[in-house]
């Protein structure tokens, strides 16, 4: 089993910047891929970033690629999401994904284990 637990969600202005942090616990070996993605009321969840296990391995979805950031401290066990330049369409619940294999991907049926998810707010 793996616990995932978000933090660094808020309230941010359009244009400034966030990082959101996602911690994982519960077993002696680091999760293999990561990501986030985000749930705006109404909407599905959907796609944001996905890491792979050594870190070098990176995806973004298209609305957020050149803005945000997805990075992994394995020493930590933690993924983050450096939001910058963040749009009010980017508000949603933002959920930490985790899965055991290693290669990122970018659907919901390709990671295991899940977070409770974090707000953000972008303010205009």
């Known amino acids: 089993q793996v616990q995932l637990v978000e933090s660094g969600g808020g309230l941010v202005q359009a244009g400034g910047s966030l990082r959101l942090s996602c911690a994982a616990s519960?077993?002696?070996?680091?999760?293999?891929?990561m990501a986030w993605f985000r749930q705006a009321p109404g909407k599905e969840r959907e796609f944001v970033a996905a890491?792979?296990?050594?870190?070098?391995?990176?995806i973004y979805a298209r609305s957020v690629k050149g803005r945000f950031i997805i990075s992994r401290d394995n020493a930590k066990k933690t993924v983050y999401l450096q939001m910058n330049s963040p749009k009010p369409e980017d508000t949603a619940v933002y959920y930490c994904?985790?899965?055991?294999?290693?290669?990122?991907?970018?659907?919901?049926?390709?990671?295991?284990?899940w977070g409770q998810g974090t707000q953000v707010t972008v303010s205009s």
């Open positions: 994904a985790a899965d055991l294999a290693s290669v990122p991907k970018s659907t919901t049926a390709q990671y295991l284990y």
């Open positions: 519960g077993r002696s070996n680091n999760p293999g891929r």
């Open positions: 890491i792979g296990w050594s870190g070098s391995n990176t």
